[in-house]
């Protein structure tokens, strides 16, 4: 290893480790470092395919990002999908490796730790930093065994370890001491100083505490960061719900399944001025929608009897006769169709299930997982697709089993995709064009594309009414970085690194 490694632990999930690694990326990344992520295991359903076809978690896409490099699989190398009943896939190095249950799965941390160290070993020879993010909490004591996340990898690392809290949970204090007293000796040493996050108020009344908490465990504090609204960078498998609520022209439900997976795709119509995006997990919730969204999921049999079984799938069959649009993303596209069927039992006992039938589609389910980046070209031609035709778009599939058109039209063609597989039809158009699904994930990260779509949905609804320009990406990156530069002594933590 000749990369400087630096960790970021907390005291437990949604601390704020994801973001804060993000920031450090962009701040070393300013300053002149080739920095990158790395998590050795990540445990997300908001996952994304690299350009060689690897899928990873979105987390360290959003990192690399931050970073200012392309993602690769070596900075996750381990990922796992919570499924149906208490069993999760796990992806290897970018590819489904097994299907376990929880307790089964430590049996295998020690047969994946030496993939995880060839992973670091190799980010480490290509970058000067890498900054790694760990997951929960290293004081899990009931897991410190099988652990390959936490304390395990700051030592192969040889990494000092910054400890997140979250004070808008309350209890911080607590939690940094707690989780400082529960470590051994030799984990302790790690541990060379604390950050304080999501912080709402005057930082001088926690002076107390901070000095107190430096006093009793010896260990510096190297900054607490504001709670913050208004930067748009999205957190592991968090839904932000940032839309404005009082004034909006068009009213979009999106489905809340169960086992949701992919829910970023969704911030971008989020973040658009006079759209209001809403999470249901009931019929009565529903409202009078502009759109109706079924997203994706990791357990689409499972989520789709969640559907029939609480009335939301007669419902939305209702308001897509109504008139109102429909979109399914994925495993929603799929559960839009007449039938899918799982011979091989791949997602669950059942052979067979009947869809919501409101496109003319019926989905296979097979053996092997597709996972690509593509880019589509818009083939549709009318309702919501209108004057969208020829409009070329990139985005990625990740998912199980194949889809068959029957009366109806495809929504796009695949022109390209990272396995060379030539041209082939994606999605599938119904309901005079009110209704349309697609594997494309990141579609509406398209402006031009999601904007077009909106005015469709909505007749009189006009972007160019209600602002021009959406913050990028770039700019998000540096808001935060600005926010956790003047919020944390970023002398010290490179100090602490080696840099």
Known sequence: MSAKTLM??????SVGKSIMVAALCRI????????????????????????????????????????????????NPVLIKPEADAKSQVVVMGKPWKTVSARDYYKYTPELLPIIEKSLDRMCSEYDVVVIEGAGSPAEINL??????????????????????????????????????????EERKWIQGFIINKFRGDVSILEPGLDYLEEYTGIPVLGVVPYYHDIMINEEDSIRRLSNDDEFAIDIAVIHLPRISNSTDFEPLQQEPGVRLRYITAVWQLGSPDLIIVPG?????????????????????????????VIGICGGFQMLGKKIEDPQGIES????????????????????KTTHQVT????????????????????????????????????????????????????????????????????????????SLLENIKQGYKFGNVGNTLPSKEEQYDKLAALVRQSLDIERIYHVTGL
Request: proline share 2%; glycine share 14%.
């Open 8 to 13: 970021i632990q907390g005291t437990g999930s």
């Open 28 to 75: 070393m990344r300013q300053d002149g470092f080739r920095v990158a992520p790395f998590k050795s295991q990540n445990m997300a359903l908001n996952s994304f395919v690299t350009r060689e076809g690897h899928e990873m978690g979105r987390a360290q896409v959003v990192q690399a990002e931050a970073a200012g490099i392309e993602p690769g699989v070596d900075m």
């Open 144 to 185: 410190t065994r099988f652990e390959i996340v936490n304390m395990k990898i700051a030592d192969m690392a040889q990494a000092p370890v910054l400890l997140v809290g979250d004070i808008d949970k309350g209890g911080v204090f607590a939690s940094l001491v707690g989780t400082v007293v529960l470590l051994t000796e």
């Open 297 to 325: 999921s990791k357990s689409t049999v499972s989520d789709l009897g969640h559907l029939k079984d609480t009335g939301l799938a007669q419902a939305i069959v209702d308001y897509a006769e109504k008139g109102t649009p």
């Open 349 to 368: 006992d059942l052979k067979s299930v009947d869809g919501l039938g409101l496109l003319d589609i019926k989905t296979m389910f097979e053996g092997e």
């Open 376 to 451: 589509a070209k818009v083939v549709a031609e009318e309702g919501i697709l209108n004057g969208i035709t020829g409009k070329v778009l990139t985005g990625y599939e990740i998912h199980m089993g194949q889809t068959v058109l029957g009366d109806t039209s495809g929504a796009f063609d695949i022109i390209e995709k990272s396995e060379d597989e030539g041209t082939h039809s994606d999605g599938a158009l119904g309901r005079d064009g009110k209704v349309f699904g697609t594997y494309l994930h990141g579609l509406f990260d398209d402006d031009a594309f999601r904007r």
